[in-house]
């Protein structure tokens, strides 16, 4: 009788503190340092409960590197009994994952870019969902923009990884529907002291623009080889480039350049009837007070977003079973998946079962550098 | 490919090689007088092109605090190897120690809170850069080789991995995961036929071959050169005429480091650096120093130029295989060389 006492008392100690908890990975040391910082600073400012639960993040450094994620990953999994899982930042670590939330039947918000993450839907990637926008998203808008700029050649120089020749499948797929030419293709390194050697080789083919699939700071550089050399063609640059570092590296070099970004880089210059508007300047006044004026990044904003998709989907699941069970984690994986016009800082969603991001083009804004800021280029509604 | 494209690569090839030639001479001065495979060398370059950066931004470097960190722990060390030969502390011995490790940190944390914010002219700038990295190269010496200082070239290199790492992650630290770019010496301009120089690149080249001159006098006429020399050739027998193995060392740390800073401090207004910047440029002159088999000056500097080139002309023809390209070079090097060289084995050298 004392030990069924002492049990029951133990199971009611614990369905009192019944937490939802949340594992975080992201990629705040290492080479994508500068996207995982502002992330990991925005879980500091999530909210702490959702659905009347007090919610716990658990939030851990996977250092840029893959093996690190996965091991993360597991952690969270196994010895914390976490009910979702957020990250990594860049898409190797976040491919990685893949299968980790499958074989744990963990669902998985992915904060990195690639549309390999969540297509093409099998079973594995029923677990998986994420926020960025699909590089096809950005592709689109800059070819688009090209095309109505009168641009027939295009000169490409992009990242010597997945990045850049992500970036370069995409925009060869959008180059025949809009006409365009791609007449140089060339790599860089993101530690690179020197391109001018592939910029001279683009210029001598002499396209009417050129496009930088870099992200960060790095892709200042050939963006000022550029200039230097004398290009007078439009500059294209990546949303990948979208945070105020990149301004202060590249300076006068990167006026009049194009590049697509999500709403939020630009949230104040949205028109009052749009209602990403108002969820953006929501996220980028809470950061801003916590972490000093002028510090938001596009990037911290997809953490947000995945918190908003949480905040949408845990009600939801936890109508039908209790945190920290195998059947919170697939209820709340089917409600992420029924997620329908959920306005966030970069966008709008509507998701499907095979569509785990859910964003049309409201998602993305072509944006130009105008005296070292960003400007909105046309009026998005 | 024209001319004025290749003139344009050789530029480029001569600017960046002439950066790799002073990293590979302080690789191949560190190893020879200590055999030390000094890894974080490529870390004083991203320490000082940041440091520079901050102070031209008017931030407090906290490259300032690292050095007072690391003269206590020196200072800590060096007095704990005292009270072990002593037992008790004698107060010359202790103010020596002080003045080893703990003089110039100070003095630079005290400079930094005297001196006026703002705007300094750019050689007060550069020179408090130095002021600050400089001394850092005979502190990690002190604090993490000098007690093993016997041990094998491979527990060496081990050590080095490690401070490499611990350099590496305390940059993150103290300059932020985005990289920087400071003002440039000069907006110099002018063409040569077809080919247009810049004042830049020209400062650069020159301020290698100045300090290559520099060196080769150091070594050659002064005392203090030709102790260096003579530990590099037999560090037993330099020992025996009562040359400190240690003061040699802490001497080539230093040595490298005011090189490895000045390349900073060069390539910072023309490449935006980041604090892992300094690993893969200490690489690139690591293989111009391989090539000069880790012992020849004059090797090391054709190598670089030969790496510079290599790696201009390779980002115009393959820019995506360019690391690629430099990186292979190291083979047929290494073949030759050990075709050319009877074996020999590192450890029975002493």
Redesign the interface.
Known sequence: MPLALLVSAALAAGAAQAQIKIGVTVSA?G?A??L??PEKNTFSIMPKSIGGKTVEYIVLDDASDTTTAVKNARKLISDDKVDVIIGSTVTPNALALVDVAAETETPIISLAASSRIIEPMDAKRKWVFKTPQNDSHMASAITGHMADAGVKTVGF?GF?DAYGNGWYDEVAKFADVRKLKIVAN?????????????I??IM?ANPDAVLIAGA???A??PQKTLKERGYKGKTYQTHGVA?P?FL??CGKDCEDTFLPAGPILVASQLPAGNPIRKVALDYIGKYEKAFGAGSFSTFGGHAWDSGMVLERAIPEALKKAQPGTKEFRAALRDAMEKTTDLTVSHGVMNMTANDHLGFDQRARVMVEIKNGAWTLVGDAK | MDGSIAAILAQDGLTTGAIYALLGLALVLVFSVTRVIFIPQGEFVAFGALTLAALQTGKFPLAIWLLLALGVVAFVMELYALWREHVRLVPAAVLRAAIHTMLMPTLVLIASLLLPQGQWPMLLQVAFTLAIVVPMGPLIYRVAYQPLASASTLVLLIVSVGVHYALIGLGLVMFGAEGARTEPFTDLRFSVGALQVSGQSLAVIGTAVLLILALYLYFERTLSGKALRATAVNRLGAQIVGIGIAQAGRLSFMLAAAMGTLCGVLIAPFTTVYYDSGFLIGLKGFVAAIIGGLASYPLAAAGSLLVGLLESYASFWASAYKEVIVFTLIIPVLLWRSLASPAHDDESEE
């Open positions: 040391t080479p340092a500068s995982g910082i120089i010597n060339e790599r860089f390194a993101r530690n690179d002291t020197a391109v001018t050697g592939q001279l080789k001598s960060g700071t790095p200042a550089l945070n570092d202060r590296v």
